[in-house]
């Protein structure tokens, strides 16, 4: 294990049945505590697959992954007791309110009552969802629903926060308060592995990046420094396109 | 436990929330017992306690006519018309009609000729020498006739049963002629003066008895088939809700969240299970309410459902494991709402026609009765008409309610599995 690192991906490799290519092939990660790690790639790259592997949603094909020291494939318990995941979809209850939906994520992740009841009402309050506490999900806004689905991954107050495009498809506002809060967290110690498309924000956002392709890591580092390497990009928008090209995926 | 109740309580108010749902779950079987025992009433009236109406028209106001119709009468089968001053054509044009299914026209002097029948076999059995005992007569005099009209849409089994008692009365009648003829030959012959007759009826006595262990006398009808084979459909019917929940929560992402949080799948299954359990618990309590309360309200006999409680609860037990078990299956194995939807309802309602629900399994042919044995919904039925109307106990219900245990076992382990197979 690394000096301070909290997730090590060691040789990665997925293959979903019935393909013929790899969607993780050999991916090597290494993130430390405490690091707003962006993993980007166009659509297909295999980000969310990473991701799912690291939740313990998938299992690997082949390879290792540890978090905090612990064998996902032997401790997945262990480790799924100190994460928090925020996953693309609206994983919510519809039609459960958004203090029902917040008040059964925190009992499944074994909070007590006292602690929760206080817990629910400073989020809302903090993502601006306060007088909507007792209104039903499929009422939402897209961005009330993107806010709530935060709150149901960080509730439990994780070590580690996987976020996979949390921003998608909301309005400037709602992408702020977002953006805001995850930058806040992580300064108070939340590790933050994070999938998007938004290449500013990510810029903006990540101590780290690593941007891979048909499964494969292409570049890895600090934003700034990958920036730096790359005379002709004044950007990571222009990095991400002179890297993966600009043909479109899927 | 706390997962446990978290998913209990939130599929409990996710449900309370379905209105389209909770219908489905209960106005519709209510419905579908009300008007399917309404509807079969006659039917099961027909095949066990409704009198078969019967015109007669008896011209021969002697020992024949009047026994055979006194007999007809006391049998609690027949309803008999007698309408003696019509003509034959008016006569066959009520049976035409339909008001009567059955009409019997008993001849003029059939007495008469029922006497010169016997007569005349009684002096075959003599010597020659003994010459002639009776009065000779003509032929045409010989023939006595009992003219049976039938509607057309008449069973055979009621053609046999009317043909069986017409038998019956006319050989109690034959057998009370032949006495006094004998007793007028001993009395012309010896000087023998012989008593009067004595009781031809019943010399035999059948004793009649249900097969019941419990001495319960409980008939077959129209509310004891409709009700507990109702009451099994709507406890399976769980199915459409329960797997288009499932379904819902895995498209959305929900059981993806979950299974991120440290804990078994299972607890939030078996939290998911336990709502619909006490749904389906709350289903049956509710048919048989209205079976026992509602029903007689429209006229229809009151649910007798016996005295078997422990057996009662355990089957009813049995039956809801057994239907939220298929519904976890097939929302498992399903891919959309739609699917589930589709496959759940058209599944139960060929395991219920298969089942017996629709049409009772003592009206299916061979066949089908053994077809039947497959289905979940004949092995409740089954055991819910060895409650009611047999008082079995719980040694009698066992084999069915491993049965539905062993199917629930069945879908819950492909559920398991099927889950696990498509995390690859």
């Known amino acids: 294990m690394t000096d301070n690192a909290i997730i090590e991906i060691n040789k990665l490799i997925k293959r979903y049945k019935g393909s013929d290519s790899n969607a993780v092939d050999s991916l090597n990660l290494n993130i430390q505590k405490g690091e ?25 094909t082949s390879g290792q992954i540890k978090i905090s020291g612990l064998d996902i494939n032997y401790h997945s318990q262990k480790a799924k007791s100190i994460i928090g995941v925020v996953p693309q979809e609206i994983a919510l209850f519809e039609d459960l309110t958004a203090k029902e939906n917040l008040r059964f994520f925190a009992e499944m992740h074994g909070m007590k009552k006292s602690d929760f009841i206080s817990c629910i009402d400073i989020y809302l309050d903090k993502f601006s969802l306060k007088d909507k506490a007792n209104k039903r999900v499929k009422t939402f806004s897209g961005g009330m629903k993107r806010r709530l689905n ?31 809060f995850l930058h806040e967290i992580n300064k108070n110690g939340m590790t933050i592995i994070y ?25 890895n580092g600090k934003p700034a420094e990958i920036i730096q390497k790359n005379e002709n990009c004044n950007n990571l928008e222009d990095i991400f396109l002179s890297l993966t090209g600009r043909r479109v995926r899927e | 436990m706390n997962r446990l109740k978290a998913s209990f309580i939130k599929e409990l108010l996710i449900l309370s929330r379905d209105k389209a749902g909770l219908a489905m779950l209960f106005l519709m079987p209510i419905s579908l017992v009300l008007i399917m025992t309404l509807l079969q009433e006659s039917t099961f009236n027909k095949l066990s306690e409704k009198q078969l109406p019967v015109l007669v028209m008896n011209h021969d106001a002697d020992t024949f006519g009047i026994n055979v119709v006194k007999g007809l009468k006391t049998s609690t089968f027949f309803k008999i018309t007698e309408s003696d001053d019509i003509s034959k054509d008016e006569f066959i044009e009520k049976i035409e009609k339909g008001d009567y299914l059955i009409g019997i026209i008993i001849r003029k002097n059939s007495t008469t000729q029922i006497t010169r029948s016997i007569e005349e076999n009684i002096q075959k059995q003599f010597p020659e020498e003994v010459g002639q005992l009776f009065e000779s007569y003509h032929d045409e005099l010989k023939k006595p006739k009992v003219e049976i009209f039938f509607d057309p849409v008449l069973k055979n089994s009621y053609k046999q049963s009317i043909l069986g008692s017409l038998r019956h009365y006319s050989a109690m009648v034959e057998a009370q002629l032949m006495f006094e003829i004998y007793s007028g030959l001993f009395k012309d012959m010896l000087n023998i003066e012989l008593k009067p007759a004595g009781n031809f009826e019943n010399l035999i006595n059948f004793d009649e008895k249900y097969a019941s262990s ?14 507990p084979a109702w009451t099994i459909f709507a406890m399976f019917f769980i199915v459409i809700p329960l797997a288009s929940n499932i379904i819902k929560e895995r498209n959305s992402g929900v059981s993806a969240r979950i299974k991120t949080i440290p804990g078994s799948v299972i607890t939030t299954s078996l939290g998911k299970a336990s709502t619909y359990f006490v749904v389906g618990f709350i289903q049956a309590i509710l048919m048989l309410m209205i079976g026992i309360f509602i029903l007689p309200l429209f006229g229809l006999s009151a649910l007798q459902i ?25 929302g498992s194995l399903s891919s959309s709402e739609q699917q589930s939807s589709i496959f759940g309802s058209i599944s139960v309602v060929i395991l219920a026609a298969l089942g017996g629900v629709w049409i009772p399994s003592f009206m299916m042919s061979d066949l089908m009765l053994n077809v039947s044995k497959i289905s979940p919904l004949s092995w409740g039925l089954n055991a819910y008409y060895d409650i009611f109307l047999r008082s079995a106990g719980i040694m009698e219900v066992l084999p069915n309610i491993l049965l539905l245990l062993a199917f629930a076992v069945i879908c819950f382990v492909v559920a398991y599995f099927y889950s696990r197979k498509i995390r690859v």
């Open chain 1, 150 to 180: 935060l709150i149901a991954g960080i509730l439990h107050s994780p070590q580690i926060l996987f976020l996979d495009e949390p921003t998608v498809g909301i309005d400037v506002q709602s992408r702020n308060v977002i953006a805001e």
């Open chain 1, 195 to 219: 999938t998007s498309h938004m290449m500013e924000e990510a810029e903006k956002l990540c101590s780290h990046i690593s941007i891979i392709d048909f499964g494969k890591e292409i570049a």
């Open chain 2, 306 to 330: 016996g005295n078997a409680a422990i057996p009662l609860l355990m089957v009813t037990i049995a039956v809801v494991i057994a239907a939220t078990s298929y519904g976890i299956a097939i």
């Open chain 2, 214 to 227: 419990g001495g319960n006398t409980i008939i077959p009808n129209s509310v004891q088939h409709n009700v």
């Open chain 1, 36 to 60: 707003f790690y962006g993993l980007l790639g166009p659509n297909g790259a295999g980000k969310t697959t990473t991701i799912s592997m690291l939740c313990g949603l998938l299992s690997p």
